[in-house]
Antibody, heavy 113, light 112 residues
Framework: VQLVESGGGLVQPGKSLKLSCSAS????????MHWIRQAPGKGLDWVAY???????VYADAVKGRFTISRDNAKNTLYLQLNSLKSEDTAIYYC????????WGQGVMVTVSS | DVVMTQTPPSLSVAIGQSVSISCKSS???????????LHWLLQSPGRSPKRLIY???NLGSGVPDRFSGTGSQKDFTLKISRVEAEDLGVYYC?????????FGAGTKLELK
């Protein structure tokens, strides 16, 4: 199992960013996937989940601003981040299924002017 | 949200020593199916988290049996017997019984 995140970077408040998580080593379409974030020097904070059938749920802090999606043909998970705030600054990890049995290496998102 | 309280925040250990980490939840973690969805993760320095134990006491794939988990309802413990250097890092408990999933603040295991 391998999960590789990409798409992070420095972005201004109010702007958008799209993260990707490329999956390999398992049947991606059969598994639900999560995004979990970790602010610098802080603990873990669950962000969103998408089921194998593409049902989605979100943390209150990101609901209406972030969108989780998947492309099973490309074995890729996405997180669209809109209306970014400074408090969204974090390492964003994708993780497989319940309960988080495999994690990617993470991608840094910095929201700053 | 369910609050997960871990103690202690940090531990200094010698190699070969045994240690325990406590995790208490603000609500019972027993789900309607009778199972308890309390899990333990380890984040080694500079690495992403790795799942160690799921549903209180089940070891993840490749996790050595020096690790064990016990507990019920709202009170859980991770025990590491004979700590090795590769065990150093931050341990997190996590619950997925209730929505949203929540994590403890972590326990940092350091070398004495």
């Amino acid at each position: 199992v391998q999960l590789v995140e990409s798409g992070g970077g420095l972005v201004q408040p109010g702007k958008s960013l799209k993260l990707s998580c490329s999956a390999s080593g398992f049947t991606f379409s059969s598994y639900g996937m999560h995004w979990i974030r970790q602010a610098p020097g802080k603990g873990l904070d669950w962000v969103a989940y998408i089921s194998s059938s593409s049902g989605t749920v979100y943390a209150d802090a990101v609901k209406g601003r972030f969108t989780i999606s998947r492309d099973n043909a490309k074995n890729t998970l996405y997180l669209q981040l809109n209306s970014l705030k400074s408090e969204d600054t974090a390492i964003y990890y994708c993780a497989r299924n319940w309960p988080f049995d495999y994690w990617g290496q993470g991608v840094m998102v910095t929201v700053s002017s | 949200d369910v609050v997960m309280t871990q103690t202690p925040p940090s531990l200094s250990v010698a190699i070969g020593q045994s240690v325990s980490i406590s995790c208490k939840s603000s609500q019972s973690l027993v789900y309607s199916d009778g199972k308890t969805y309390l899990h333990w993760l380890l984040q080694s320095p500079g690495r992403s988290p790795k799942r160690l134990i799921y549903q209180v006491s089940n070891l993840g794939s490749g996790v050595p049996d020096r690790f064990s988990g016990t507990g019920s309802q709202k009170d859980f413990t991770l025990k590491i017997s004979r700590v090795e250097a590769e065990d150093l890092g931050v341990y997190y408990c996590a619950q997925t019984t209730h929505f949203p999933p929540t994590f403890g603040a972590g326990t940092k295991l350091e070398l004495k």
